[in-house]
Structure formats: C-alpha cells, structure tokens
C-alpha cells in the first residue's frame, strides 16, 4: 500500500488519509489490550474501576485537541456538532453505531467460521460475550448511576440501554414480585435469516453466556433461565426469552 514511502513524511494525501485512519485503529487495540492486561494482573473489578477512569480522561483529552484541530467546541464533554443535530439525525446516528457494532461483531464471526471453522467461531463467540457482557453492564451501571445491588428494577432499566436494545424490539413481561421474562421478540440477526429461507442460528450457547453475565454483573444476586432460545423452537412472537430472578430478601 505505501511502496514507495520510506516515512510517514513520504506518504501522498490518499496515503496519509489511509494511515490516519489506521491510527485511529491502533488507538482502539491499545485501549482494549490496557484493559485486558489490567483485568489479567488485577482482576475484573479493580479493572472495571480503572478503565472508567482512564476512558473518560482519554477522551476528554483526544477530544479536545481534535476540537482545537477541526474547529468545533465542546460543551460539558460532548462535540457542539453532535448537540446540534436535529433529533432525528440524532436518533439515526445513535441506530447507526450500534449496527455498526452488529457488523463488526459478524465481520469477526465470520472471519474465524470461515478461516477455522464453525466451532471454533461459536468458542470464541461464547468467550467473548463472556468479557463483553459484564463490561457493558459495568458502563451502563456507570451511566444510569444504580448502584451496587438495583435488583430487578435495575436490571430491568439497564436491559433497555443495552447496545441490542437500539436494533432489535424486546420486551418485558411482568410475572411475580421476584421474576420476570424479558423477551427478545424482534432479532436483526434471526430475521435477517428467515428472510434468506434460513433456518434460526443456534445462540442458545452464546446467549446463556451474554444474559447471565450481564445479570449477574448488575446485581450478583440475580439468577438467569433461559426459557427458550434456538435451535430450541419458539413461538412466532419472539426469539428467545429468558426468566431473570432475585431471592426474597
């Protein structure tokens, strides 16, 4: 790609508009390898508590001389632009970042189902959600400020904020004082499937992995059953669905 370049101070503007973007990458991998590598040496929790930290002072810091670089100002840490949009732009954008993360998500997926296999795609699937699950809880945890043990009602708020919550339709059914089943009752993925004459990809494996640790990382007192989930049939209405509980104090 950059034959004929020695340094960076060789690179024609396509070619630097390349490695900028190639920057902006390094910077991701850096800042998920830092959080891995404190999670490993300190454990999950100190690592959570870090990481919160270090990300919001970061970005304020990139930010800011991004800010003075392009010429727009910030306001209480937020981009001016973004605070100028209209609602719907706004809402189309907030829709289009988490397809984005539904894409990368597959892209990967796909990247191992096709290199390795399907089952060694499926492991690291399971694995990852095994990471990712606790760490979205812990920064909607941070966001929506619940505390340490929001019970139910906590989860039940933290469910809808939930990067899933922007691309699929769910629902919440109310069933006892100490229950209820939240219900995924639209999937991008699954329908996406059927409209294809696909049968239903088998999530079930994935899926007890993602909702009990997302659960248990809200409150650990809070326990997970999976009411169906394919390859497990289910009705028309939804998905899968999954009975979320907390012991009577």
Same mark, same amino acid.
């Given at each position: 790609?950059?034959d004929? @370049?020695?340094?960076?101070? =060789?690179?024609?503007?396509?070619?630097?508009?390349?490695?900028?973007?190639?920057? +902006?990458?390094?910077?991701?991998?850096? !800042?998920?390898?830092?959080?891995?590598?404190?999670? !490993?040496?300190?454990?999950?929790?100190?690592? +959570?508590?870090?990481l919160?930290?270090?990300?919001?002072?970061?970005?304020? /810091?990139?930010?800011? !001389?991004?800010?003075? #670089?392009?010429?727009? =100002?910030?306001?209480?840490?937020?981009?001016?632009?973004?605070?100028?949009?209209?609602?719907?732009?706004?809402?189309?954008?907030?829709?289009?970042?988490?397809?984005?993360?539904?894409?990368?998500?597959?892209?990967?997926?796909? @990247?191992?189902?096709?290199?390795?296999?399907?089952?060694?795609?499926?492991?690291?699937? =399971?694995?990852?959600?095994?990471? +990712?699950?606790? +760490?979205e809880?812990?920064? /909607?945890?941070?966001?929506?400020?619940?505390?340490?043990?929001?019970? #139910?009602?906590?989860?039940?708020? @933290?469910?809808?904020?939930?990067?899933?919550?922007? /691309?699929?339709?769910?629902?919440?059914?109310?069933?006892t004082?100490?229950?209820?089943?939240?219900?995924?009752?639209?999937?991008?993925?699954?329908?996406?499937?059927?409209?294809?004459?696909?049968? =239903?990809?088998?999530?079930?494996?994935a899926?007890?992995?993602?909702?009990?640790?997302?659960?248990?990382?809200?409150?650990?007192?809070?326990?997970?059953?999976? /009411?169906?989930?394919?390859?497990?049939?289910?009705?028309?209405?939804?998905?899968? @669905?999954?009975?979320?509980?907390?012991?009577?104090?």
């Amino acid at each position: 790609m950059f034959d004929n @370049a020695d340094s960076v101070a =060789d690179l024609d503007q396509k070619q630097t508009a390349q490695y900028v973007m190639d920057l +902006f990458h390094r910077i991701i991998i850096h !800042h998920a390898l830092w959080y891995t590598e404190v999670r !490993h040496q300190m454990g999950e929790d100190k690592a +959570f508590k870090i990481l919160n930290n270090a990300a919001k002072t970061s970005s304020q /810091i990139q930010l800011k !001389h991004l800010a003075k #670089l392009f010429g727009f =100002d910030m306001v209480d840490g937020i981009p001016e632009p973004l605070l100028a949009m209209e609602d719907t732009q706004l809402h189309e954008l907030r829709e289009r970042v988490a397809k984005n993360w539904l894409v990368n998500d597959g892209v990967w997926f796909q @990247a191992i189902e096709f290199s390795e296999g399907m089952n060694e795609a499926k492991r690291c699937n =399971d694995s990852c959600w095994a990471q +990712f699950s606790p +760490f979205e809880a812990e920064s /909607i945890r941070e966001q929506l400020q619940l505390g340490q043990q929001p019970g #139910l009602a906590g989860l039940k708020r @933290a469910l809808g904020f939930r990067v899933y919550a922007n /691309i699929n339709t769910q629902s919440i059914v109310e069933e006892t004082p100490e229950s209820f089943v939240f219900q995924m009752n639209d999937c991008r993925v699954q329908s996406a499937r059927k409209r294809k004459g696909l049968a =239903d990809y088998p999530c079930k494996s994935a899926g007890l992995v993602e909702y009990t640790y997302f659960a248990r990382a809200i409150d650990t007192r809070i326990t997970t059953e999976c /009411i169906g989930c394919p390859p497990d049939k289910h009705p028309d209405d939804w998905y899968c @669905a999954w009975r979320f509980s907390i012991s009577p104090e």
